[in-house]
């Protein structure tokens, strides 16, 4: 990357969205080093996790791609602990979401800006498909995870909810995403509150998604302002 390169790709980001990504993974390495220190996997997956949310938030289709690559990590971190569910919603449900959501993205730029996705406002018929699809695969997973004897079922469950409005709303382009990830960003900060209860190490894993929820409500925010500028502009 040349001098030129590097500061197109800083000026990019504004202050605030630097400094928020710093903050995050300055936190992320710290919790690491002090209650993890051999679980490379999970550092990986967290900076992997915190860097796709600030692309994310420009509605940037890279960040999609670094969601699928935390799902697959995530995943196999949720099968060290039994978290079955969490495993089945990320392997299973996120990441190839995520995929298509990177289709989407990727098809539908904002005025030909491929760096910024055209935000869609959901009518309301879809908001109610959304909501009774979301039900159903809620009522599904529940006995999927009691099949499989998953740990705390009940959050667990919840975090399939969660996880599926974010990733339908993901797919659509919808501002409220970030609202669905930040509601499953307070599910798991208490999922792994409990590992953690159990193991100190998964500890780096709750403050990892405290950075999360930090970065998903910035990404709403940022979200909403990108609407109101195009609809404004159109």
Same mark, same amino acid.
């Given at each position: 990357m +040349?001098?030129k ?9 504004t202050?605030?969205e630097i400094?928020?990504w @710093?903050i995050s993974v300055?936190?992320?390495l710290?919790?690491f080093?002090l ?6 996997l ?5 900076l992997?996790?915190?860097?796709s ?6 509605g940037n289709p890279?960040?999609?791609f670094?969601m699928?690559?935390f799902?697959?990590l ?7 602990f @039994?978290?079955?569910g969490?495993?089945i919603?990320?392997l299973?449900?996120?990441a190839?979401m995520?995929v ?13 800006n491929?760096a910024e996705?055209?935000?869609n406002?959901?009518?309301?018929p ?6 009774l699809? +979301? ?13 499989f004897h ?14 599926f409005l974010?990733?339908y709303?993901?797919?659509r382009? @919808?501002?409220?995403f970030?609202?669905a990830?930040a509601a499953n960003d307070?599910?798991?900060?208490l999922?792994?509150?409990m590992a953690?209860? +159990?193991?100190i190490?998964?500890?780096?894993v ?7 929820l930090a ?5 709403f925010i940022n ?6 500028r195009?609809?404004k502009t159109?």
């Open positions: +040349t001098g390169q590097t500061k197109a790709f800083f000026n990019y980001f202050k605030t400094l928020l @710093s300055i936190f992320i710290i919790s080093l209650f993890d220190r051999k679980n490379f999970t550092l990986a997956a967290s992997i996790g915190v860097t949310l600030i692309f994310n938030a420009k890279f960040g999609q670094l699928v690559v799902s697959l995530y995943g196999m971190i949720s099968f060290t @039994s978290y079955y969490e495993m919603t990320y299973g449900m996120t190839p995520a298509f959501a990177l289709i989407s993205w990727m098809k539908n730029p904002y005025q030909g491929r996705v055209r935000v406002r959901l009518k309301r879809e908001v109610i498909f959304m909501i699809l +979301t039900a159903v695969i809620t009522y599904i997973f529940y006995f999927i995870l009691s099949a998953t740990a705390n079922i009940i959050p667990s469950t919840v975090s399939v909810t969660t996880s974010a990733v709303l993901t797919f382009r @919808s501002p409220f970030a609202v990830y307070i599910v798991l900060i999922l792994w509150t953690a209860l +159990t193991d190490s998964y500890l780096s709750v403050i990892c998604f405290l950075m999360f970065n998903d409500i910035y990404g979200w909403s302002n990108m609407q109101k195009q609809e159109a």
